[in-house]
């Protein structure tokens, strides 16, 4: 298994311009998030999706959206990129069964390193 | 709201040195307790967690130990190499709460 793959690995972009961050999943995961890590900070959630179809906001969504088409690829999308936005983005992934009694793993992807400019 | 507090680095330790990195946290039920290592230019790998009180987590020397009483998961190694360099993330999951909460990290540099 390749577990959670992204690309780019690195992207710079200009203000305004708008990209597609990629995340793929082979472990057959119901669920998916997309996180964003700033310097000397913690993870911080932006969005996440339960199930293919089904996507809903984390802490810190506003510049972002996301879908949720297939099981395994839950794509970021960022519309117009703004300084504010430059941050390393970690996609990861997890199984929640049905009666599951405790929080489960999640499973990073190796993230995407973005610089807006 | 949930959250997690972890030792501020950067912490810089001589091989074969004694580590604790200190996390404790707060929520509002029982939440898992994990460990993240990031080694540089890598994503988060699990190290290590814990799911209810009492519980000890380890993975590859680490341990740590689900405290209730004092809300706490330290991380500690008993002799850490130079390929424990990384920076180390402490984060708590509940269910009902869709994310997993992070702790700043701690950067942890071991010098030969």
């Known amino acids: 298994n390749a577990g959670v793959t992204q690309t780019p690995k690195f992207r710079i972009l200009k203000i305004g311009q708008s990209m597609t961050l990629q995340c793929t999943q082979d472990m057959n995961h119901n669920y998916m998030y997309w996180y ?6 913690g993870l911080k959630l932006i969005y996440y999706s339960v199930g293919a179809g089904i ?11 996301v879908s949720r088409s297939t099981t395994e690829d839950f794509p970021l999308r960022l519309e117009l990129a703004a300084p504010s936005q430059t ?3 970690f996609c ?17 992807g190796p993230g995407t390193r973005l610089l807006v400019l | 709201g949930d959250s997690v507090t972890q030792m501020e680095g950067p912490v810089t330790l001589s ?12 929520a509002t039920g029982y939440p898992s307790l994990f460990w993240y290592v990031q080694y540089p230019g890598e994503g988060l790998q699990l190290l290590l967690k814990a799911t209810k009180a009492d519980d000890k987590g380890s993975n590859k ?7 209730k009483e004092t809300t706490s998961f330290h991380l500690e190694k008993g002799s850490v190499q130079v390929s424990d360099s990384a920076v180390y993330f402490c984060a ?12 700043t990290g701690t950067r942890l540099t071991i010098i030969p």
């Open chain 2, 92 to 103: 708590s999951g509940e269910l009902g709460n869709e994310k997993l909460t992070f702790g």
């Open chain 2, 15 to 26: 091989e074969e040195a004694f580590l604790t990195i200190n996390c404790t946290y707060t």
């Open chain 1, 55 to 65: 996507t809903d906001k984390g802490e810190v969504p506003n510049g972002y959206n």
């Open chain 1, 36 to 41: 964003r890590q700033d310097p000397g900070m």
């Open chain 1, 92 to 108: 990861a992934s997890s199984y929640r069964g049905p009666g599951q009694g405790v929080f489960e793993t999640q499973y990073f």
């Open chain 1, 87 to 89: 941050s390393v983005y």
């Open chain 2, 61 to 67: 020397g680490f341990e740590a130990t689900y405290r």
